[in-house]
């Protein structure tokens, strides 16, 4: 057998972005949401939620959403895409504060012009403010405007950066952030992936910012998910019924489809010919059926055909 150079056998595997590279016939789907969420008229805040599980493709479903979602915009009013992984920051106690600056330094850096700017500022004003105080409101809390002094005496800049707004409650800062990003002539999309992964009092946290906290006007939230592990999460905080609070919250649940066995095995076929094209009539009688029949299923599944499906190897 010839031997093969490990470069060749391996690549990293990533989400897709382009629905041209669509195997999984996905990318109508997405057509069709992107379009329907660029087209949105409502100014309130909207909850998107992609189901599936783990390794089905959730994150490229997305990618092609928001590829489509940019082609039914010109500038300036191309929408504004910030992602963030709250993975990254899992087991930190500033998880809250880590994603207000996110959304706070994706509106500082951009190029949208000064109100995008002053924006990104009041919010990382909030985010100080989160820190002083150790709570995310539930159901939103207005904090006195004594107490709101006292916890911006020892983060100046906050107070600095906000102007007068250190006398003012946390209700009335949050009604004017909303207010500035309903008068944007963008939108925001927000995405927020791996929520899944996260611990269930993280992923409590989460919903609670983006139901009482960051339902800003203009932003529209995008978040893949399993639904099965995000409902036992918050079941243990709500009476046992996680997937009833989850409905309150996602507006627009999108269960993405199942990949059947016949789908499986053609891409599966096809990969294994295009990398062994010498023994492409012996893989093709039985190497697809003994990955479907074995538990190897689920793994050539997650890394090989929904990513990247060259990272096969013998």
């Known amino acids: 057998m010839q031997k093969r150079n490990l470069a060749q056998k391996f690549k990293v595997a990533e989400a897709l972005a382009d629905p041209t590279d669509d195997k999984l016939n996905r990318a109508t789907l997405a057509e069709e949401l992107g379009s329907t969420l660029a087209n949105f008229v409502g100014k309130e805040s909207l909850v998107v939620g992609v189901y599936s599980s783990w390794g089905d493709g959730k ?87 004594y107490a709101l002094t006292q916890s911006f005496k020892t983060v100046g800049t906050a107070a600095k950066a906000i102007g007068d707004g250190f006398s003012k409650d946390l209700e009335t800062i949050k009604m004017d952030v909303s207010k500035a990003l309903g008068e944007l002539p963008y939108s925001i999309f927000v995405v927020i992936d791996d929520m899944d992964r996260l611990q269930d009092t993280e992923i409590k946290l989460m919903f609670q910012l983006i139901k009482s906290v960051c339902n800003f006007k ?24 996680g997937r009833a609070f989850l409905e309150k919250i996602i507006q627009v649940p999108i269960h993405l489809p199942k990949i059947t066995s016949s789908t499986l095995e053609t891409l599966i076929n096809t990969e294994l010919e295009s990398l062994f094209p010498e023994r492409s009539i012996e893989l093709k009688k039985q190497s697809s059926q003994e990955i ?15 990513k990247d499906s060259s990272t096969f190897y013998y």
């Open 59 to 145: 994150t490229t479903f997305v990618n092609f959403v928001l590829n489509q979602v940019n082609k039914q915009y010109k500038a300036p009013e191309t929408p504004l895409i910030i992602k963030f992984n709250p993975w990254q920051f899992s087991n930190h106690s500033d998880l809250a504060q880590q994603f207000l600056k996110q959304l706070a330094t994706s509106l500082l850096v951009s190029d949208r012009g000064a109100e995008a700017k002053k924006i990104g500022e009041k919010l990382l004003a909030i985010v100080p403010l989160f820190n002083a105080l150790k709570f995310i409101p539930e159901p939103f809390v207005q904090i006195g405007s």
């Open 218 to 241: 203009n932003t529209i939230y995008l978040l893949p998910m399993d639904i099965e592990v995000v409902s036992t999460a918050l079941s243990s905080s709500y009476q046992g019924n």
């Open 292 to 306: 479907l029949r074995t538990g190897f299923y689920s793994n050539f599944k997650i890394s090989v055909i929904l």
